[in-house]
């Protein structure tokens, strides 16, 4: 079955650097894109960063210049680089594969989820 397993999260001073890991397993993973989204507490699930298979990548603005999406096909594997943290990227944040080659920023249009790793940016 397909299984998205984060890690990589942890608590940061701002400033500080993460990098968050996502194993994929499951399906074709080098012909599909793949999302990193974002969830603080009482507030909606956000996008951001996606990567199309080819390795095209697209960020929310917020985390322009500073977040780095890529990907292994094959390791199955996609990463994000988190620099210059602040405390409002404090989140749980999620990777998520898409059944399709094209990339969004639309959360409704992934398919498979995984379970969501803690980052807390201290300040």
């Known amino acids: 079955q397909v299984q998205l397993v984060e890690s990589g999260g942890g608590l940061v001073q701002a400033g500080g650097s993460l990098r968050l890991s996502c194993a994929a397993s499951?399906?074709?993973?080098?012909?599909?894109?793949m999302g990193w989204f974002r969830q603080a507490p009482g507030k909606e699930r956000e996008f951001v960063s996606t990567?199309?298979?080819?390795?095209?990548?697209y960020y929310a603005d917020f985390v322009k210049g500073r977040f780095t999406i890529s990907r292994d096909n094959a390791k199955n594997m996609v990463y994000l680089q988190m620099n210059s943290l602040k405390p409002e990227d404090t989140a749980v944040y999620y990777c998520?594969?898409?059944?399709?080659?094209?990339?969004?920023?639309?959360?409704?249009?992934?398919?498979?989820w995984g379970q969501g790793t803690q980052v807390t940016v201290s300040s």
């Open positions: 499951g399906f074709t993973f080098s012909r599909l894109a």
């Open positions: 990567i199309s298979w080819s390795g095209n990548t």
């Open positions: 998520a594969a898409k059944m399709t080659p094209s990339p969004t920023p639309t959360r409704y249009e992934y398919d498979y």
